[in-house]
């Protein structure tokens, strides 16, 4: 059964910055996406960052200059380093797993974990 564990949300100021990290466990991720997607409130979902085995990075233009997207592939884990916060970028943020193309399985959803930029 594949697993998200999300780590590293909180409260930081305008400018501030926080990394979020998450565990996949459960399965093998050579052909899939790790990334990010985030959410706030009565907005849609939206993609962050996601990056492929290969290390090839996807990245949302609104976060490209202030982002960095990373993954261990030993470790099936993602990080998501996040510089120069702003108060838009609150959002409750979910680990993905996005397969490369539907043959290859379903994408998997991590529970979320909140990040608020609040002074």
């Known amino acids: 059964q594949v697993q998200l564990v999300e780590s590293g949300g909180g409260l930081v100021k305008p400018g501030g910055s926080l990394r979020l990290s998450c565990a996949a466990s459960?399965?093998?991720?050579?052909?899939?996406?790790m990334g990010w997607y985030r959410q706030a409130p009565g907005k849609q979902r939206e993609l962050v960052a996601r990056i492929t085995h290969g290390g090839i990075t996807e990245v949302a233009e609104s976060v490209e200059d202030r982002f960095v997207i990373s993954r261990d592939n030993a470790n099936n884990t993602v990080n998501l380093q996040m510089n120069n916060l702003k108060p838009e970028d609150t959002a409750v943020y979910h680990c993905a797993l996005d397969p490369l193309s539907p043959r290859v399985g379903r994408p998997y959803w991590g529970q979320g974990t909140q990040v608020t930029v609040s002074s």
């Open positions: 459960g399965g093998a991720f050579g052909l899939y996406l």
